[in-house]
């Protein structure tokens, strides 16, 4: 009985624990260069949630911020591609910071 009675406390607490598992989620952002003289970044969360209203920074070479907004409705920010070196930051709290480097952002 003793036996069971471990089991079945053992069982709960991971029941009880998993609700935390998965409420956890990654941020994720994508950025194209649309070969028009834009570039467009899309993001959201690993459990499928919106990134709406997610800060997106533009930085130039030398960290200054360039360009600053939020995503949109659907996820997406649309922004003039910057003459040289820069970087994109998706800024969607504490643990969910993306930078994405110029040079990685392909058409």
């Known amino acids: 009985m003793q036996l069971k009675m471990k089991m079945l406390f053992v069982i709960v607490s991971l029941v009880l624990a998993l609700p935390g598992v998965a409420l956890a989620h990654t941020a994720l952002c994508t950025c194209f260069d649309n070969a028009d003289g834009t570039?467009?970044?899309?993001?959201g969360f690993s459990d499928g949630s919106s990134a709406s209203g997610v800060s997106l920074i533009v930085k130039d070479g030398g960290g200054k911020v360039i360009e600053q907004?939020?995503?949109?409705?659907?996820?997406?920010?649309?922004?003039?591609?910057?003459?040289?070196?820069?970087?994109?930051?998706?800024?969607?709290g504490e643990g969910h910071k993306i930078e994405i480097d110029g040079k990685k952002i392909l058409e």
Do not use: L, N, Q
Not at 39 to 43: A, H, V
Not at 76 to 91: L, Q
């Open 69 to 92: 907004g939020a995503m949109d409705k659907t996820s997406k920010y649309t922004f003039k591609k910057p003459a040289g070196a820069y970087t994109v930051v998706f800024e969607a």
């Open 39 to 43: 570039i467009t970044c899309e993001g």
